[in-house]
């Protein structure tokens, strides 16, 4: 069925030992009242920053639409679940089942890249997940999450990443973490899903770091 996800302002870089830590960041040590989830989720690249496809656990359909999104980079997402995957997963099949649930916009962009091999735009991500919400400033009230990903794609390591992201209706803000992945000279992009699996094979984290622009949403 389809569902509202709401405001969420997310944040991707790559996961070394000095990566910023959320958790440590906002002297949440105990990570008090929530677990850890392990999952592994295969993102299918669209094409398209505003519509993300992916089966999540390997098996139920998703489809993610970006209805707006601010200069801050806020994005207003929503999502569809569907049945169970089609076997087997093709392009083909996923496209049959997106007009089937009436989203032939996804679907046409499904088809446009059909030229591919499919396994070249289907990314694995194997995920470690923490969410909780947070009651002390700057993100009093809002659900914060951050995700380790380890990512696959035609067998090949593409590389381990970190997402930060702070959800909610209020003044959505992560100009903290910004700052210090600033500080650190560390390439990041602030975006959904969708635009940072499509970055993935751009080239842009294997280049070097430039002293004053190393994020990706100001070397575009």
């Not at 295969?42 to 094409?47: A, E, F, P, Q, V």
């Not at 076997?87 to 890249?113: D, E, I, N």
Request: glycine fraction near 6%.
């Amino acid at each position: 069925g389809q569902s509202v996800m709401g405001r969420e302002l997310r944040v991707f870089f790559a996961l070394t030992a000095a990566a910023v830590d959320l958790w440590a960041t906002l002297h949440l040590l105990a990570k008090r009242g929530c677990t850890e989830e392990r999952r592994l989720d295969t993102y299918i690249d669209l094409g398209d920053d505003a519509l993300g496809l992916k089966l999540r656990h390997g098996s139920t359909v998703e489809l993610k639409t970006r209805h707006s999104r601010d200069a801050a980079g806020v994005e207003e997402w929503s999502k569809a679940s569907f049945a169970r995957a089609p076997k087997p997963v093709t392009a083909a099949s996923l496209r049959t089942l997106l007009l089937a649930y009436g989203h032939p916009t996804a679907a046409q962009r499904l088809a446009a890249r059909e030229h591919l091999q499919f396994a070249s735009i289907c990314y694995d991500v194997n995920k470690t997940r923490i969410q909780q919400c947070v009651e002390q400033a700057p993100l009093q009230g809002a659900m914060v999450e951050q995700t380790d990903c380890v990512i696959t794609s035609e067998g090949r390591l593409l590389g381990t990443f970190r997402s930060i992201c702070v959800e909610g209706d209020g003044s959505l803000s992560i100009a903290f973490v910004l700052a210090k992945l600033d500080e650190q000279h560390v390439p990041y992009i602030v975006a959904g899903y969708p635009q940072f699996i499509s970055s993935l094979k751009s080239g842009f984290w294997s280049r070097p770091v430039e002293k004053t622009l190393y994020n990706l949403n100001n070397c575009q």
